[in-house]
T-cell receptor, first 118, second 114 residues
Framework: GAGVSQSPSNKVTEKGKDVELRCDPI?????LYWYRQRLGQGLEFLIY????????KSGLPSDRFSAERTGESVSTLTIQRTQQEDSAVYLC????????????????FGDGTRLSIL | GDSVTQMEGPVTLSEEAFLTINCTYT??????LFWYVQYPGEGLQLLLKATKADDKGSNKGFEATYRKETTSFHLEKGSVQVSDSAVYFCALVILIQGAQKLVFGQGTRLTINP
């Protein structure tokens, strides 16, 4: 079946512009995650959504970052007034609801959006 | 807090060499542990996993054993191939509000020369 889909795959924009990144999770996956991967570094958790619960925004690096999710489907990550340090690959992942316990089903990742701020 | 520490890269080996990439973790309780791999130009893929102490995860010739006593999950392969060249990430999962939040190590870039 279809995996996690992210768009655009690449985005180049000028400093100060706003950008929107999109993620389509696997159908039926209630949990959705955004991560950031800077060049040569590991993945940095940004935000996650679980069903209709309030999102965990603890990883967002500043108030220029925000994310929304419509029900249990598409999510958009918005970065306002972009800065050069925002340049990174932004990865989205989804996973099934675990029912409150650990599951053997891992997160499934999209191919990411490579964001370059000039 | 929960964290993962990986062996620093880059690591360069010759084909058929033995590979070990060290990974240690700090966590409350006993998290599930994963190795993810990112091949050039591709997204993250799950390589293997272990969900409890002494479990051994294996896939594509790679193995890792969940060692509770040393809080480690080292990745090994007996004979690497050029196609194994990639970035490898060790990760643990913690449970927050019913969802699995992954905590990643910084990644280890592996290059295999023919």
């Amino acid at each position: 079946g279809a995996g996690v889909s992210q768009s655009p795959s690449n985005k180049v924009t000028e400093k100060g512009k706003d950008v929107e990144l999109r993620c389509d999770p696997i159908s039926g996956h209630t949990a959705l995650y955004w991560y950031r991967q800077r060049l040569g570094q590991g993945l940095e958790f940004l935000i996650y959504f679980q069903g209709n619960s309030a999102p965990d925004k603890s990883g967002l690096p500043s108030d220029r970052f925000s994310a929304e999710r419509t029900g249990e489907s598409v999510s958009t990550l918005t970065i306002q007034r972009t800065q050069q340090e925002d340049s990174a690959v932004y990865l989205c992942a989804s996973s099934p609801w675990t029912g409150g316990t650990f599951s053997n089903q891992p997160q499934h990742f999209g191919d990411g959006t490579r964001l370059s701020i000039l | 807090g929960d964290s993962v520490t990986q062996m620093e890269g880059p690591v360069t080996l010759s084909e058929e060499a033995f590979l070990t990439i060290n990974c240690t973790y700090t966590a409350t309780g006993y998290p599930s542990l994963f190795w993810y791999v990112q091949y050039p130009g591709e997204g993250l893929q799950l390589l293997l996993k272990a969900t409890k102490a002494d479990d051994k995860g294996s896939n594509k010739g790679f193995e890792a054993t969940y060692r509770k006593e040393t809080t480690s999950f080292h990745l090994e392969k007996g004979s690497v191939q050029v196609s194994d060249s990639a970035v490898y990430f060790c990760a643990l999962v913690i449970l927050i509000q019913g969802a699995q939040k992954l905590v990643f190590g910084q990644g280890t870039r592996l290059t295999i020369n023919p």
